[in-house]
């Protein structure tokens, strides 16, 4: 019983450290810490021990996982990949692409928004929105600045773009591998039944923004002069670096078929890239430099002197992710050890099982997207993840594999919501701040309310119509 009352108010704290990510400062000091989502897990479960309610064999559980969900191979898989495209970018190949569709352009702003919509929207399909949004968030805020022009709905566009087409694969975001994973779901197997609603989500959203900025993007812009292949730093790593990822997508689709793990899969070609790194490095060096720039869209600053193309690359990994992931774990862990996952799940089954298939989609769809506003996207989808596969959720099978891709969606659309979301949007906002476009949390919401209600709902309804005709 007190551990099911301390565990409640513990994970409601990490929340509330995770929303507002407070600056701590140090007694008899000026000097000050921010206590960030990559801090705030690892407090609670920390607290937790101290009180001596807490079994230690937990916080294995929170690691290791079952056969359901391995946490550690869901960090293996998610950094493996994440050097994969930072290490893409390290070549120059996204801000090539990124000043290849404003050259293509040309002087219309509306052509402008549509080709940075375009490409935030296949990178993201390719790669993974965390990565698209460090990518061209500083290239988009640049270039219009240049141009004199607005970056707010370039900048809008970007964000939902990534958030929505970040669905369609399995890749696209932590959530989508932390359901997929726990649910033995195959690459193809998942890509199947989330193609047609990201579809419809992604046209439609791109229509809304477009009425709902009408007045905002203007007609004509003045280009700067633009030579795209200046950006190309290393034009045969940047070859060899798609060919890889080509690859490495083509290897996670057929894992099923050879019993690989698309974790190692993934490892595997992080490694290749880390070859192709210290290949270029050795190149520059052997040219007689004792130093070279690595000069990134994403890095803080251009000028910043670099040893190293992996060290550059290490230095933009999103490593608070780790800590955070593990901590969230062992947190659901211990809610479920105290009760509470329980509890939660024959709550929902109890409405979806009165609903049906078909309605039950539209809840879960809204419920998760709307959930991730009041916890983050990643504790929210750990947390439901336990408890749709906890015996207490007890529905029909198909209605369970509904809610399972409806659960899905909602972690993606859950952070155009506002810009606490997800750790996107935080990423995202600070960016934008750094290179003087401030978006308040005000503002945000009100396009996320505008736009994604709408959104939702014509993605639950062809989910809920693929369900309805046995599609796949």
């Not at 929207?121 to 968030?137: A, G, K, P, Q």
């Not at 932390?178 to 959203?205: D, E, K, R």
């Not at 996670?252 to 019993?259: D, H, S, Y």
């Not at 105290?338 to 298939?357: H, L, P, R, Y």
């Amino acid at each position: 019983m007190i551990l099911a009352i301390l565990s409640i108010i513990v994970f409601g704290f990490i929340i509330f450290i995770i929303l507002k990510q407070p600056r701590i400062k140090i007694p008899r000091s000026t000097k000050s810490f921010q206590l960030d989502y990559g801090l705030a897990p690892l407090l609670g479960v920390a607290i937790l021990l101290l009180s001596f309610q807490l079994d230690p064999t937990v916080l294995v559980a929170g690691i290791i996982g079952n056969e359901n969900i391995r946490p550690y191979m869901i960090i293996l898989l998610f950094f493996s990949l994440a050097y994969v495209c930072i290490s893409i970018d390290l070549t120059g190949f996204f801000e090539y692409l990124a000043l290849s569709a404003a050259k293509k352009s040309g002087s219309s702003g509306k052509k402008l928004f549509f080709y940075f919509f375009l490409l935030s929207s296949v990178l993201t399909i390719f790669t993974s929105n965390d990565i698209v949004i460090l990518t061209l968030t500083p290239i988009i805020v640049y270039f219009c600045k240049y141009t004199k022009t607005n970056p707010l709905p370039y900048l809008i566009g970007q964000f939902f773009a990534a958030n929505i087409w970040s669905i369609t694969l399995y890749i696209g975001n932590p959530t989508n591998i932390i359901v997929a994973q726990a649910n033995h779901l195959t690459f193809v197997g998942y890509s199947v039944w989330m193609f047609l609603p990201t579809i419809a989500s992604g046209l439609l959203c791109y229509a809304l923004l477009r009425i709902l900025f009408k007045k905002v993007i203007p007609d004509k812009i003045t280009p700067p002069e633009i030579d795209p292949a200046s950006a190309l730093k290393d034009p045969a790593g940047a070859k060899f670096s798609i060919l890889m990822l080509a690859s490495c997508l083509g290897f996670l689709t057929v894992a099923p078929i050879f019993g690989l793990d698309m974790g190692i899969i993934c490892f595997v070609f992080m490694l290749i890239m880390m070859g192709k790194d210290l290949v270029y490095d050795y190149k520059v060096k052997k040219r007689g430099e004792t130093k070279f720039k690595v000069e990134t869209s994403g890095s803080a600053n251009p000028k910043d002197q670099h040893e190293s193309s992996i060290l550059t690359a290490a230095k933009r990994m999103p490593w608070k992710i780790m800590p955070f992931v593990f901590g969230m774990f062992i947190m659901v862990e211990i809610l479920g050890s105290a009760g509470w996952i329980s509890a939660f799940s024959t709550a929902i089954a109890g409405v979806e099982s009165q609903m049906g298939t078909f309605a039950s989609i539209f809840f879960m769809c809204f419920v998760s997207s709307l959930t991730c506003n009041i916890m983050n996207n990643q504790p929210m989808t750990i947390l439901f993840t336990r408890m749709l596969q906890d015996p207490a959720f007890v529905v029909p099978g198909v209605t369970r594999s509904a809610s399972m891709f409806a659960l899905i969606m909602g972690s993606n659309f859950g952070a155009n919501f506002t810009l606490i979301g997800a750790l996107a949007g935080i990423m995202w906002s600070s960016i934008s701040k750094e290179k003087g476009m401030q978006i308040t949390y005000k503002e945000f919401a009100k396009y996320g309310f505008i736009i994604m209600p709408a959104v939702v709902a014509v993605a639950s309804l062809v989910l809920a119509l693929e369900f309805l005709v046995g599609f796949a």
